[in-house]
């Protein structure tokens, strides 16, 4: 401890010596200051006239600015004020409306009310802010002011006029303006109490006054307004952002000070869909290859035009921008798709199967080229078409929506097993005969089989079932006579890819109920069949996955049946539920524990505890652990490349 103070005392010496040095300093310079205002005081005493000039300033310029500062200004930080407290109170309301749910009418019409009064009421105060402020601005009493001490200098400096004769036109140009400004501020204010007049007859239920959009912007802005943000953090919060559309992308701001957030760096990979299955009303989602953004407009109107500004941009971007920017920069910014079960892998992986997927695809007739316009090389997909396009003619299909053309990257996304296969079952040339109308029609069913006792179901290497049945022969059966639906629901069974397509592409109804066979559907068919590529087909065409025939069973139930087990781990991922049964009161699970599949049971099971744990964690839980993915994807894999390991026979 006393070493510790002797340490301390040499240094608190010299802390003191650099204090009492410091403080001279401040005295002298305080001293030296002083004296230079005293003499500045000094300076115009004796000086007859420069006191006159001085007293007609302080009589004519500074006292009438003070009245100003103290009068005027202060009444109009109090408008100020008042504009700031009614403007939280309006953004308060129009979160409470933003976040009234849809199912509860009475708190929906209370919010909105609130907001309707709010925003009438900011609407009047804001006008009359803005009023105070041009009066403030274009005051002419200041002007007059100043033309008052004009004339005090004048007569001052009267035995001066022809000095200063020239000051003169100045002065009456300065009482011309004085007259114009009096006339325009008449005008401004009739114009003011007209507004008045016109707000009080509108509806503040929403805010309409950004619902346009221009694609040709002279400043490149498309739109922009407040938008509501959810959050990608594990609690989803809404926030309130300005968002706005520019140079081809979207960012919002949180104030005006703030930099730019990019939230879609270019929006030619992007597609925008209105949401209705959550509970905020007004949402829609901007999506892209890497991530989506869940955002929600004030109202209906302006959810659509944010949608058609997005849409309208993203037509844009692909008539103003060329493809090799944005290629080289998916190749940069390059992430793994997260529509696939798939977990993504090392990007020198990722790299290598998209190249060999790229290359199986491309080996397809017609698949060299773009579908649409001929280009060479696509790396873009249509999966639900089956078809290759390049990157320009994929953001076209991607502006379409995914009820129409669902697109995919080659090379950047993973490719399920059951994915890839159907890819190849297609191609270019076959899709491009059906939609050109050049498609040689062949009858795709030569004998129509009617199975009695129960068709025996076996799978050749790549995967593909073959129904093996004593068939009664009946006439050749042509499509060109069948109805489009039911052309569907036959090739459904036969698996016939290609006419599956044509009946779609004329119109046929993928969920088409054949009420003559017990209300079966397309899915089922496909199910009976033994074709995984078929289901695969269909579902990425809107088939319902749990939509059930006349004795209550869907697609899940006959494949439980039939033993088909890549179909029912195909179903399962794509949600079909397991907990309702048949009209025999058998769900899928009792059914796989009768028949003694193991591999369908396991499955079974574990979707079910999957579904149990993800109910228990709520609406932020995962979408599925890492076995059940790993053991999901196992087999997926052995479905579509090794199937003899999942051959089940069962009698149906």
Known sequence: MSS???????????????????????????????????????????????????????????????????????????????????REDMEIAQVKNAQAPRNKPHEVEEATSTLSITRKCFRHLALDYVLQVRQMIQDYNRS????????????????????LDEIDPYMKKLAAELDQLVIDSAMEKREMEHKHATIQQRDFSYDDSKVEFNVDAPNGVVMEGYLFKRASNAFKTWNRRWFSIQNSQLVYQKKLKDSLTVVVEDLRLCSV???????????????????????????????QAWIQAVQASIASAYRESPDTYYIEHLDRTASPSTSSIDSA??????????????????????????????????????????????????????????????VRSLTLDTWEPELLKLMCELGNSVINHIYEGSYQEQAFIKTQCKYNGYCEVSEDSSGEAELEAEPETSDPEDIRDLHP????????????????????????????????????????????GGSLIACEFLLQNAADVNQRDARGRGPLHHATYLGHTGQVCLFLKRGATQNDGDDDGQDPLSIAVQQANADIVTLLRLARMNEEMRESEGPFGQPGDATYLDIFREFSHMASHDPEKLKRRSKY
């Open 4 to 86: 510790k103070c002797a340490f301390l005392s040499p240094q608190l010496v010299k802390l003191c010596s650099g204090m009492i040095e410091a403080g001279k300093a401040y005295v002298s310079a305080n001293k030296l200051f002083v004296c230079g205002i005293r003499d500045l005081s000094q300076q115009c005493k004796k000086d007859e006239m420069i006191s006159i000039l001085f007293d007609q300033a302080q009589r004519s310029i500074k006292q009438q600015l003070h009245n100003f500062i103290k009068d005027d200004v202060r009444k109009f930080k109090e408008t100020k004020k008042h504009f700031d407290r009614v």
């Open 144 to 163: 007059r002011l100043m033309l008052s001490f004009m004339h005090a200098q004048y007569s001052l400096f009267q035995q001066g006029y022809n000095l």
């Open 273 to 303: 869909k209105p949401c209705e299955d959550i509970e905020r009303r007004f949402c829609f989602e901007v999506v892209s290859p890497f991530k989506s953004c869940m955002l929600q407009a004030e109202s209906e109107k302006l959810r």
């Open 345 to 406: 892998s090392e990007p020198r992986e990722r790299s290598a199967r998209g190249e060999t997927i790229l290359q199986r695809i491309q080996c397809l007739p017609g698949n060299e080229q773009c579908c649409d316009c001929g280009q060479a090389d696509p790396r873009w997909a249509s999966i639900n078409l089956g078809i290759l396009l390049c990157i320009e003619c994929s953001g076209i299909h991607r502006s379409l929506g995914v009820h129409c053309s669902k």
């Open 485 to 528: 639906g039911m052309l569907l629901y036959k090739a459904s069974k036969a698996r016939n890819l290609p006419v599956m397509a044509e009946a779609l592409a004329h119109g046929a109804d993928v969920n088409l109920v054949n009420d003559e066979d017990e209300g079966k559907t397309p899915l089922i068919q496909a199910v009976i």
